[in-house]
């Protein structure tokens, strides 16, 4: 009796085996259906900063596209045939806002894409003032909002609300991951304002007018800027008083970026024996500062070495 009951139990685990083979080949019910709520959230970004951190907060629920690469300022961008389509096929596009992406208005109202949620990440973000008195397409206030890391928390929190909206079934992964990426962030913070105590001198000057937020959270003064307007050419009378400017005051770091033509700070610092310093307020540009927290990172290293005695 007991052998029987033995070989009854052998027999039915060799055919659930059996049919666990069979499984992969045919789908169950079930399975299709969690497959097809499966796919990953398409996000567009429209520039790298904002890419990076859909991918901190969505990481494998998300496939992200860029429409600018980190070599690409974020003034002077000229739009592909191809980021139309990206739009097109998109769920959620983020931007910063703030008349700072000029050129994607035309994009989304092209793509008409009824479904695509647009997050807007400079909501709530106290705003400083642009750095150079002239009227542009800044006139809402300085848009290099994302230079500060504490801006970039609020930032986040946009981002991780769009997410929400379109699959709320992952909730609590999201907040896990948003909760996850804002304490690297504070420790990175934390890390960077011990590394500039010892720096005194904190006197810079910067290529375009960007840095104003960054200058704010570290300590840095920013005494001009080279190219005030980006697609602009600065006046000489600008240049000339910059030079006399750094010599009087003893300057000794002059920014260079990526994004921008590098002859004018290479210019500078000939005339005033000051040093070009690259910093890059876009990810993907210089090796070792492919994510934001890497970049800010890069990004105050590069100075602390400049400035150090
Ligand atoms: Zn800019």
């Given at each position: 009796m007991i052998l029987h009951r033995k070989k009854t139990a052998l027999r039915l685990l060799v055919l659930a085996s059996l049919l666990l083979e069979i499984e992969p080949g045919m789908p169950s019910a079930r399975a299709l259906e969690s497959a097809g709520s499966n796919p990953p959230i398409k996000v567009v970004a429209t520039f790298p900063v904002l890419k990076d951190l859909v991918q901190q907060v969505g990481r494998d629920r998300v496939a992200v596209t860029s429409l600018l690469n980190g070599l690409e300022s974020e003034h002077t961008y000229t739009p592909k045939p191809t980021d139309i389509i990206s739009i097109q096929e998109a769920q959620m596009l983020v931007q910063i806002g703030l008349g700072l992406e000029v050129w994607v208005q035309a994009l989304i109202k092209n793509a008409d894409n009824r479904r695509l949620l647009i997050v807007?990440?400079?909501?709530g973000v106290a705003l400083l003032k642009n750095q150079e008195n002239h009227n542009d397409s800044h006139s809402l206030g300085d848009p290099h909002i994302w230079l500060d890391p504490e801006n970039v928390k609020r930032m986040l929190r946009h981002i991780t609300e769009g997410l929400l909206k379109i699959d709320p079934a992952h909730q609590d992964y999201y907040l896990r991951n948003q909760t996850e990426y804002i304490k690297d962030l504070d420790a990175t913070q934390q890390r960077l304002l011990i590394k500039l105590r010892p720096l005194r001198n904190k006197q810079i000057v910067t290529h375009h007018a960007a840095w104003s937020y960054f200058a704010r959270r570290f300590g840095f003064t920013i005494r001009g800027s080279i190219t005030p307007q980006v697609g602009t050419e600065p006046s000489a009378k600008h240049l000339f008083d910059l030079i006399r400017m750094i010599k009087t005051e003893k300057i000794r770091v002059i920014v260079s970026e990526?994004?921008?033509?590098?002859k004018l700070p290479q210019m500078l610092a000939q005339e005033t024996g000051a040093a070009v310093v690259v910093l890059t307020p876009i990810p993907g540009a210089v090796p070792g500062a492919e994510t934001y927290r890497s970049m800010i990172e890069y990004d105050v290293d590069q100075l602390v070495n400049a400035l150090q005695d």
């Amino acid at each position: 009796m007991i052998l029987h009951r033995k070989k009854t139990a052998l027999r039915l685990l060799v055919l659930a085996s059996l049919l666990l083979e069979i499984e992969p080949g045919m789908p169950s019910a079930r399975a299709l259906e969690s497959a097809g709520s499966n796919p990953p959230i398409k996000v567009v970004a429209t520039f790298p900063v904002l890419k990076d951190l859909v991918q901190q907060v969505g990481r494998d629920r998300v496939a992200v596209t860029s429409l600018l690469n980190g070599l690409e300022s974020e003034h002077t961008y000229t739009p592909k045939p191809t980021d139309i389509i990206s739009i097109q096929e998109a769920q959620m596009l983020v931007q910063i806002g703030l008349g700072l992406e000029v050129w994607v208005q035309a994009l989304i109202k092209n793509a008409d894409n009824r479904r695509l949620l647009i997050v807007t990440t400079s909501t709530g973000v106290a705003l400083l003032k642009n750095q150079e008195n002239h009227n542009d397409s800044h006139s809402l206030g300085d848009p290099h909002i994302w230079l500060d890391p504490e801006n970039v928390k609020r930032m986040l929190r946009h981002i991780t609300e769009g997410l929400l909206k379109i699959d709320p079934a992952h909730q609590d992964y999201y907040l896990r991951n948003q909760t996850e990426y804002i304490k690297d962030l504070d420790a990175t913070q934390q890390r960077l304002l011990i590394k500039l105590r010892p720096l005194r001198n904190k006197q810079i000057v910067t290529h375009h007018a960007a840095w104003s937020y960054f200058a704010r959270r570290f300590g840095f003064t920013i005494r001009g800027s080279i190219t005030p307007q980006v697609g602009t050419e600065p006046s000489a009378k600008h240049l000339f008083d910059l030079i006399r400017m750094i010599k009087t005051e003893k300057i000794r770091v002059i920014v260079s970026e990526p994004q921008l033509n590098p002859k004018l700070p290479q210019m500078l610092a000939q005339e005033t024996g000051a040093a070009v310093v690259v910093l890059t307020p876009i990810p993907g540009a210089v090796p070792g500062a492919e994510t934001y927290r890497s970049m800010i990172e890069y990004d105050v290293d590069q100075l602390v070495n400049a400035l150090q005695d």
